[in-house]
């Protein structure tokens, strides 16, 4: 890790250091705070969580060859190994990722937006990298602890990061751009989540834009142009946005859309360097707008438009993010990770491009805030007027947005149930052989339950 050694460390982070000073200006061959992870020669983080505190797991990871670790606590008298003593973990990974970043002077992409965050980042870095060696965050590591974790993993073979930013209230974004200072930012939509936090969606799009703040002054910034709030933003310090959408008035835009079925959906992409043909391999309208906010990252670096059909068609999916799986006696779209209204609309506007019996599993969203009843009955009004056989609403929630498709189609089969328990015990009557099945709710459902369930029965 470039100049990650135990002082730079130290100095980024204004911690103390204890120990053995001949080793200070060793390098760190990483940076975790999972014990299990923890190597000779890498720094382990010791944070304190409600239920475990990672103080405890000090000794062992020295005893296992660690080079160090970041403390809150002073180490016991005669305690081995070196410290670098801090008021607050959390803080010192935050200053120590951006000291890292900044030693290896190298692109950032900054992805943040109410939907689609994930799915675009992984459009984003399989365009890039049909160039470049190109690091991508994993997982969720998209918040304050995980975006310095996801920077550690860079290395000096790395040639540009794409960064996923997620935020649920304001200020966060800002802590998040001083860790990356990115050097283009990307927005995809401004749409009604968090807003037990954030208000309303004027509220979403001040959150979101404080990306801006550490934007370098010969950054770019690429934004959803069919968004009426993202549409507003003209220009930030003197950097002009690149807008993408479906109106042939964008930049960056796209027609002659055919919806390929479970198979992808294919469209013509129009940019000022030319047009392309591409098919998308994973269905639904959002991933056209996933592939113009490729194509736009892929023109800011340099790519040729070859190079970006390439990484707009290897495309793979990610677990839980609308992937398709052809289990036994069921097709299964796994979009269980997260839910909010408008991606809640979007998954079943591409199931009903399914062949056979169509099923939408779907839990409650969390995060709503004072509106969150009639948010999930309109989920359910729209519900109703799409093409499904069955519609399985999970959760206390739920019950209003069974209310919401029954007012709006009372021909359309509908199951209420209060809690996943329940379900897991019907499944299997609900289900039949050849049913194409969407399952979507917010992550504190956990209807990765679901999923597994339906690959077995």
Sequence with gaps: MKNMTLRHMAEACGGFLRGKESEWDRKAVSITTDSRKAEPGGIFAAIPGARVDGHTFIPSVLEQGALGVISEKEPEPGAEGNYIVVGSTLQALKKIAAYYLEQLQIPVVGITGSVGKTSTKEMIAAVLSQKYRTLKTLGNFNNELGLPLTVFRIRDEDEIAVLEMGISNFGEMHRLAEIARPDTCVITNIGQCHLEFLGDRDGVLRAKTEIFDFLRADGHIILNGDDDKLESIREVRGVRPVFFGLDAESDIYADSISKKGLDGIACTIHTKQGTFDVLIPIPGLHMVYNALAGTAVGLCYGLTL?????????????????????????????????????????????????????????????????????????????????????????????????????????????????????????????????????VKASHFMHFEKVVEKLTCI
């Design 306 to 438: 070859e190079q970006i059909k390439a990484g707009i068609e290897s495309l793979q999916p990610v677990g839980g993010r609308f992937n398709i799986i052809h289990a036994p006696r069921c097709t299964i779209v796994d979009d269980c990770y997260n839910a909010n209204p408008m991606s809640m609309k979007a998954s079943l506007g591409v199931l009903q491009d399914a062949v056979g019996r169509k099923v939408a599993i779907l839990g409650d969203m969390g995060e709503l805030g004072p509106d969150e009843e009639l948010l999930h009955r309109q989920v359910g009004e729209y519900a109703g007027t799409v093409d499904l056989d069955v519609c399985i609403c999970v959760g206390p929630l739920c019950a209003r947005m069974a209310e919401g498709i029954r007012d709006v189609n009372p021909e359309m089969r509908v199951v209420w149930m209060e809690n996943l328990q329940e379900l897991l015990r019907q499944i299997m009557y609900l289900v039949k052989e050849g049913d194409t099945v969407l």
